[in-house]
């Protein structure tokens, strides 16, 4: 089993800043990859980021240069920092890591971006 620990979610108003925090727990043998989707009210969840094991980053279009992942292997925990917050990007957040041929998600953080 592995657990997923989301953090730093919350209410910030447009061009503002959050960071989001993941920790990762329990059987992990070997993470291939971590990133973050959002789901908003009525639409499909999406990727966000994503960083694999090497430090090779992935990230959606409509995020580019303003959200910027990262990670600590030795702590297991992903990074998502936002910038430049738009009322679009308000969805819950969701940290999802690939170990050991499994997929694991977190309950989701709720970001609000007011503009």
């Known amino acids: 089993q592995v657990q997923l620990v989301e953090s730093g979610g919350g209410l910030v108003q447009a061009g503002g800043s959050l960071r989001l925090s993941c920790a990762a727990s329990?059987?992990?043998?070997?993470?291939?990859?971590m990133g973050w989707y959002r789901q908003a009210p009525g639409a499909q969840r999406e990727l966000v980021a994503r960083?694999?094991?090497?430090?090779?980053?992935y990230y959606a279009d409509s995020v580019k240069g303003r959200f910027t992942i990262s990670r600590d292997n030795a702590k297991n925990t992903v990074y998502l920092q936002m910038n430049s917050l738009k009322p679009g990007d308000t969805a819950v957040y969701f940290c999802?890591?690939?170990?050991?041929?499994?997929?694991?998600w977190g309950k989701g953080t709720l970001v609000t971006v007011s503009s």
């Open positions: 329990g059987s992990i043998f070997s993470i291939v990859d």
């Open positions: 999802k890591v690939a170990a050991g041929g499994m997929n694991y």
């Open positions: 960083i694999i094991r090497s430090g090779t980053t």
